[in-house]
């Protein structure tokens, strides 16, 4: 299968109302969604996801706020999805994001910043299956 990225909507997606907004930015770009589900995961599976982040002192407010709402978690597969991902969310921090990006025109700030994506290949392999079993990831 072509790679695959993981992008996460984040609560302030979700509470806003605007997963159809931000599915169609990966729809039109042309990569394939072929994983979804929706999610309310606890501070701690958030505590684990963030590892790398840990002690920096943003930390402790990113996990609780990830854990504040559920959350709609996909999979996206196409040549170069992972670049083509980063490029749509745009800057991780609203504020320096170009608007027309993800970020740019939905971001609330840091750490709201409306959606994930993974930033390397390690990152998809180590963070996907954190969502999903290899089954729930369609080949089509
Ligand atoms: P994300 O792409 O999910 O990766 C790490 C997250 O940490 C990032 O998006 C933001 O939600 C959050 N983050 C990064 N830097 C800061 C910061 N300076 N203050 C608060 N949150 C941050």
New binding site residues.
Partial sequence: MAEKTLV?Y?PDAIQRNIVGEITIRFQDRGLKLVAAKMGWYPVEFWEEF?AE?KG????V??VN??SSGPVFVTVWAGENSIAIARQL?GA??PMEAVPGTIRGNYGL?????T???C?SEEAAEREIPMFFKDEEIFEW
Avoid: Q, S, W
């Fill in positions: 996460i984040k963030y982040h920096k002192e943003f930390y407010r990113l706020y990830m969310a991780t921090d700030g840091l750490p709201m910043n959606v994930h994506c930033d």
